[in-house]
């Protein structure tokens, strides 16, 4: 029997899209993008045939209104919990989070921890203050000043913000996965972010150790949340794959997409559809 996806009409607010079946897998997206960003990992996440995959928009993203009230960190976190246990119920699953999503995605695991199986943190904010991240400065591999030229002043103040390799088929995959939900997202929701883009204990800072599959990838070109925070993380995952790509920054996954595709292979091979456990 062929499996037949939902349509976007009758997915729960805050469910942007359902693909698949099986083992469900969460993906959150960062902060100032949607779904879309992570779109661009769902052919690699097909391939084994047993994973549904469920991509989230936070209120104020793609489809999803901005929470009405205080609209912090807190609060996303909160309303992101109500949201999988809504849809998942009991079920064991495994999160995806890309920026502001991967430091979600450490959330839920620690609010989730009978059911999570695994991780991937994609450029994930360690520490939500700016002041407190470790940054290399900001640089550019490649730089195409006749492409810029070409895609007219909004677009390329875009692109240009965050690209690292400045080529077409670089551009082509920033155009259909990132600049959809920059264009979209609510400026007003990402302003109240801003004033409480806190919580009260970080994941990074928490004592529970986890032993479950976990891959972290940060770009070495990646001025927005850098990489040498997250090796922190490896105190909580001690059995993490970390990868450090060159030639990639906050993207970095769009920025190095042939790694980043056999590195979810390793890591889909090693879920296990049964309780997460942690040490």
Request: charged share 20%; aromatic share 6%.
């Amino acid at each position: 029997m062929n499996h037949i996806e939902p349509e976007a009409n009758q997915l729960p607010e805050g469910i942007a899209a359902i693909h698949g079946s099986g083992l469900p897998v969460v993906l959150v997206h960062g902060n100032g993008v949607d779904h879309r960003i992570l779109l661009a990992l769902d052919e690699q996440l097909a391939r084994p045939g047993n994973l549904q995959r469920i991509y989230v928009d936070l209120p104020g993203f793609g489809g999803t209104p901005a929470l009405a009230g205080k609209s912090g960190l807190p609060e996303i976190a909160d309303w992101l919990q109500n949201l999988l246990e809504g849809q998942l119920g009991a079920q064991p699953f495994a999160l995806i989070g890309n920026s502001l999503g991967g430091l979600l995605a450490q959330e839920m695991a620690d609010r989730f921890e009978d059911q999570i199986l695994g991780l991937v943190l994609l450029a994930p904010v360690i520490r939500p203050a700016a002041e407190e991240r470790n940054l290399p400065a900001r640089s550019i591999i490649h730089e195409d000043e006749v492409l810029l030229e070409e895609l007219g002043a909004i677009n390329a103040g875009h692109y240009a913000q965050m690209s690292v390799l400045q080529t077409r088929a670089n551009w082509e995959q920033f155009e259909k996965h990132v600049l959809p939900g920059v264009l979209s997202a609510d400026l007003r929701a990402m302003a109240h972010l801003s004033k409480r883009y806190y919580l009260e204990t970080l994941p990074v800072d928490r004592d529970q150790v986890w032993n479950m599959p976990v891959l972290i990838a940060c770009g070495m070109q990646d001025h927005i949340v850098g990489f040498k925070d997250a090796k922190e993380l490896l105190k909580r995952y001690p059995n993490a794959s970390f990868l450090e790509l060159e030639r990639a920054g906050h993207n970095v996954h769009i920025d190095q997409p042939e790694i980043l595709a056999q590195a979810l292979e390793r890591w889909t091979q090693l879920l296990q559809p049964e309780t997460g456990e942690n040490l």
